[in-house]
Antibody, heavy 122, light 110 residues
């Protein structure tokens, strides 16, 4: 059974870069037509799509975050990653990684990680 | 990129039916049949309930159904049960290789 697990620091200082990894187990990250995404949720607020990546490296980003976001994939580790630069307190959130069915056919997220809370504070 | 509009809260008694709306525009909800719905219980990851407007993943009860008319998508829960109390989010393709979530709706079972 496919599982996703987020990992990374739970505390990041303002102006620094938030870095998270998502490790995929029970299946290959290179399986077509699946894509892999990052979603976040500030405490007490709604979900926000951050971006999505295909195992080939093609990336798609939320326009409001695009200037600060980089999503990458490492197929040898069956892992994909998120980097968010110049963070502020507004970036404090639970960050989820998830598997998405074909990005060009609805991109629904059918399998999710448990999420990891990242706080931005000095 | 603005969130799609959902009512903040919807409530119903056990056994009743409720409908949650998700309103966007012709560039997102109205332009594509790529709307999905997620259920989220407190402290948990979201769960996919509906995809491609009307399709139900295996394992999701048929009490959950989706539809769309114009720029508004809807999720209907029939035979409301206590375990349906949760937050629900819509998600739609928004063109130009982007997606957007709805603002979220808290469902309360009275």
């Amino acid at each position: 059974q496919l599982q996703l697990q987020e990992s990374g620091p739970g505390l990041v200082k303002p102006s620094e870069t938030l870095s998270l990894n998502c490790t995929v187990s029970g299946g290959s990250i290179s399986t077509s037509p699946y894509y892999w995404g990052w979603i976040r949720q500030p405490p007490g607020k709604g979900l926000e799509w951050i971006g999505t990546i295909y195992y080939s490296g093609s990336t798609y980003y939320n326009p409001s975050l695009k200037s600060r976001v980089t999503i990458s994939v490492d197929t040898s580790k069956n892992q994909f990653s998120l980097k968010l630069s110049s963070v502020t307190a507004a970036d404090t959130a639970v960050y989820f990684c998830a598997r998405s069915y074909d990005f060009w056919s609805g991109g629904a997220f059918d399998i999710w990680g448990r999420g990891t809370l990242v706080a931005v504070s000095s | 990129q603005s969130a799609l509009t959902q009512p903040a809260s919807v409530s119903g008694s056990p056994g009743q039916s409720i409908t949650i709306s998700c309103t966007g525009g012709s560039s997102d909800v109205g332009g594509y049949n790529f709307v999905s719905w997620y259920q989220q219980h407190p402290g948990k990851a979201p769960k996919l309930m509906i995809y491609d407007v009307t399709k139900r993943p295996s394992g999701v009860f048929n009490r959950f159904s989706g539809s769309k008319s114009g720029n508004t998508a809807s999720l209907t829960i029939s035979g409301l049960q206590a375990e349906d109390e949760a937050d629900y989010y819509c998600y739609s393709y928004a063109g130009s290789s982007t997606y957007v979530f709805g603002s979220g709706t808290k469902v309360t079972v009275l």
